[in-house]
Each structure stands twice: as C-alpha cells, then as structure tokens.
C-alpha cells in the first residue's frame, strides 16, 4: 500500500485527486493540507510515501517548504503537481530535492505512474524533464553557465543582479512585468539559481558587476 498525501490550496483539487485516487487498490490518501505550513504538520503526524505538493500557495508556498520537508522525512517521496510549465522549473525543483514534476493538465494516469515510480525509490522524469536534463549534461563543462543566455536574458539578469525590481527592468526595456518575469524564470533555470541574491552573488563572483 502507497501512503499519499496532498497538498494543494484548492478544495476541489484535493477532492478530486483523493477520490481518484481511491480507486486504486494499492495507494491509500492518509491526509491532506492547505499550504506549506501545513504539509509539514502532515509529514509529521503520516508517514507519508509519496507527497503530492502544489507550488503556489497562500502563504507557505510548495517551493518555500520542500528544503523542511526533506529535512522532516528525507526518504520520503515527493511529486511536484503544478500549473506552471515543465521547463520553468521542473530541474531547479528536483536539483533542490523534488523526486518528480508534473504540470496539472497532464493525463491522470501519469499522475498513477509517477507516485508508483516515486515510492519504488526512484525519480519520475516526463521526456520533457529528461531532455531538458539531457541538454544540461551535454553543455560543456568550462563554458560558464551565464553564456547560455540570450542577449535579452543577459541583459535582464545584470539588471536583477544590481538589484531592480521587475517594473524597473519592464519599464527600462519596453517590456511588460509579464514577460520580464518569464525571461527570469528561465535564466534562473539555465544558471541554477534560486534568488535575486543568487544572481547578485553569481554576477559578482564572475566579475559581471562592480
């Protein structure tokens, strides 16, 4: 028997799951929770195999509580289910623990695959995730990450690295908030980094600002 917990915000998306996966003989839902918070109070009072954990959240989101999660069960599994895309941040997720990655539109019965996959020991990878792994390990090893960036990723991430909000870059580079927080998301992934002070410290270190 698989021991599963949800952790989502919305009501209707927990209910929906848990009845899913009720279904199915060999996966039990021990408990559900609300936001990051939450999850930990989970993972505490369940042992829990495989965690289905949403990302965005009102207060304690997904990506804020994975680093405690880890730290309160570190053999458990836990599978990311999300509304953003694959290639925003499925690898910063899993470099930072996350054993898989799924976007919420995806067939459920991925979803079945992933948690039996996940509570084997292993990590899940869509062949979105792996490609995009496979073309990390075949980048060259003395290339430094930051020439991976587009002109206008660079030029976005020097003004991130000195410290202007997302309105200031929009507004210095004709560009809506929208899209200067699309072309963050994926320098950030292409650098590996998980902060504004990741990429100030990453900018001083290769010399990139005074």
């Known amino acids: 028997m698989i021991r599963v917990g949800i952790v989502d915000d919305h009501q209707i998306i927990r209910s929906g799951l848990r009845q899913f996966l009720s279904e199915h003989v060999d996966i039990r839902v021990v408990g559900e929770a609300a936001n990051g918070r939450e999850a930990i109070d989970l993972v505490r009072?369940?042992?829990?195999?495989?965690?289905?954990?949403?990302?965005?959240m009102p207060g304690q989101g997904g990506l804020?509580?994975?680093?405690m999660?880890?730290?309160?069960?570190?053999?458990m599994g836990i599978?990311?289910?999300?509304?953003?895309?694959?290639?925003?941040?499925?690898?910063?997720?899993?470099?930072k623990g996350a054993s898989g990655y799924?976007?919420?539109?995806?067939?459920?019965?991925?979803?079945?695959?992933?948690?039996?996959?996940?509570?084997?020991?292993?990590?899940?990878?869509?062949?979105a995730v792996a490609d995009l792994l496979a073309q990390q390990l075949n980048r060259p090893a003395d290339v430094p990450l930051h020439e991976q960036l587009s002109d206008r990723e660079m030029q976005v991430f020097l003004k991130l690295a000195r410290g202007d909000t997302v309105s200031e870059i929009g507004e210095a580079l004709s560009l809506s908030v929208k899209t200067v927080?699309?072309?963050?998301?994926?320098?950030?992934?292409?650098?590996?980094?998980f902060s504004n002070s990741d990429l100030t410290y990453y900018?001083?270190?290769?010399?990139?600002?005074?």
């Open 45 to 56: 009072a369940h042992e829990i195999d495989v965690l289905l954990l949403d990302l965005s």
């Open 64 to 67: 804020d509580a994975i680093d």
């Open 69 to 75: 999660l880890r730290a309160k069960a570190p053999d």
């Open 79 to 95: 599978l990311i289910l999300s509304g953003y895309p694959e290639e925003q941040y499925a690898l910063n997720l899993i470099r």
């Open 102 to 127: 799924l976007n919420k539109d995806c067939d459920p019965n991925q979803i079945l695959e992933a948690i039996r996959v996940i509570a084997l020991g292993k990590r899940f990878l869509t062949p």
């Open 181 to 193: 927080s699309t072309y963050r998301t994926r320098l950030m992934e292409k650098l590996n980094l």
């Open 203 to 210: 900018a001083l270190k290769q010399n990139l600002i005074d």
